[in-house]
């Protein structure tokens, strides 16, 4: 199973981006899906999650700002950020619960968390 995030760049504070994550391979089912970021000398921070069903969590400092959505046929996740400022910038990385169509045949299947490799955004004049 790959992850493959895509979609940063550089914008100007009060821009918007979307940030797309697609998830590839042996893919029976994804279960919860997650943004997370990381920016220059901080730790990583849990962004916003959407699980099978859609039902939303969102760090609290980013609602209504972000909003994070999926498309279940195309198994990709997506990030829209809008009204961006300078402290937005990171590294966003995306991660997804999958059981892998081989974990599919068991009685009860394993799920395993895949990270895609991470984009950059930067917000800056």
């Known amino acids: 199973v790959q992850l493959q995030a895509s979609g940063g760049g550089l914008v100007q504070p009060g821009g918007s981006l979307r940030l797309s994550c697609a998830a590839s391979g042996s893919i029976f089912s994804i279960n919860t899906m997650r943004w997370y970021r990381q920016a220059p000398g901080k730790q990583r921070e849990l962004v916003a999650t959407?699980?099978?069903?859609?039902?939303?969590n969102y760090l609290d400092s980013l609602k209504g700002r972000f909003t994070i959505s999926r498309d279940n046929a195309k198994n990709t996740v997506y990030l829209q950020m809008n009204s961006l400022k300078p402290e937005d910038t990171a590294v966003y990385s995306c991660?997804?619960?999958?059981?892998?169509?081989?974990?599919?045949?068991?009685?009860?299947?394993?799920?395993?968390?895949?990270w895609g490799q991470g984009t950059l955004v930067t917000v800056s004049s």
């Open positions: 991660n997804a619960n999958v059981i892998t169509t081989a974990e599919a045949m068991r009685v009860f299947p394993s799920t395993t968390d895949y």
């Open positions: 959407i699980d099978s069903s859609g039902h939303t």
